[in-house]
């Protein structure tokens, strides 16, 4: 109900939509500054301001940018770069037919700017909200505050990268590994079972790519260990009994 102007969610407290609104805003924050590190990353694969700044805009997905602009940094070809990129953005389509159920979205225009936000951490936002009023909340309060600084850091770090001298520059290559870890750790040290799953996941698939990076051309080792951990991680079916 409105009162005074204030959207106010019935039989929810008014402690429990700050707690929401504040996680969602901090951890956009957080997780925004990486913007900083691809903005660094793209200009040392090659990419000038504009193009890092485009790809933030319309990609906006971290772990799809920087495996594009690892691949490219490291040589790899465009297309190995953008089928690295694919694979690793196919999670948001699962994403997406969870959050469908959960945050029910009337217009195309407005289907088509929640499916922009749909990432990791708007995700895990609003499956943790106690309800759906305070999904919808947590959601665009978490994809707003990201959106907006991922975007400017990564301005701030594509200047900043095109302002380095060469051996200054050189030392970007490890942005995108070092990036990767930074996301990545959080979720290998959760105290769940799905943690347990996901750290053999990341071994694996760690393996698979250090395994084939002396034989196959960059970027190449990197589709190969994401098919190969999804095809490990599918879903067993059990025959039954007649």
């Known amino acids: ?100 159920q959960l945050l029910p979205t009337r217009g195309i225009l407005r289907r088509l700017g929640s499916a922009h936000w749909v990432i990791d951490e708007t995700t895990a936002l609003s499956i943790a909200a106690p309800d759906r009023a305070l999904a919808r909340l947590a959601f665009l309060a978490g994809g707003a505050s990201i959106f907006v600084v991922w975007n400017a850091t990564t301005v701030l770090g594509a200047l900043g990268a095109g302002a380095l001298g060469g051996p200054a520059q050189a030392a970007l290559d490890a942005v995108v590994p070092a990036a990767f870890l930074a996301l990545l750790w959080p979720r290998l040290q959760r105290a769940f079972p799905e943690a347990a799953v996901q750290r053999r996941v990341a071994v694996g698939g760690a393996v698979v790519a250090l395994a084939l990076t002396p034989f196959v051309p960059p970027g190449v080792q990197v589709i190969a260990a994401v098919v190969a951990v999804a095809l490990a991680g599918r879903p067993r079916r059990t025959a039954v009994a007649p």
């Not at 953008?82 to 469908?100: D, H, K, M, P």
Request: net charge positive.
């Open 1 to 100: 109900m409105r009162n005074g102007g204030v959207i106010r969610v019935a039989g929810v407290s008014s402690p429990v939509r700050s707690r929401v609104l504040r996680d969602a805003v901090g951890l956009g924050l957080a997780v925004g500054l990486y913007g900083a590190a691809f903005g660094a990353a793209a200009v040392a694969a090659g990419l000038d301001v504009w193009q890092a700044s485009a790809m933030s805009l319309l990609m906006f997905t971290g772990a799809s940018q920087f495996a594009l602009v690892g691949v490219l940094g490291a040589g790899g070809s465009a297309l190995a770069a953008v089928g690295s990129a694919l694979l690793l953005g196919t999670r948001n389509t699962v994403y997406g037919v969870r959050l469908v």
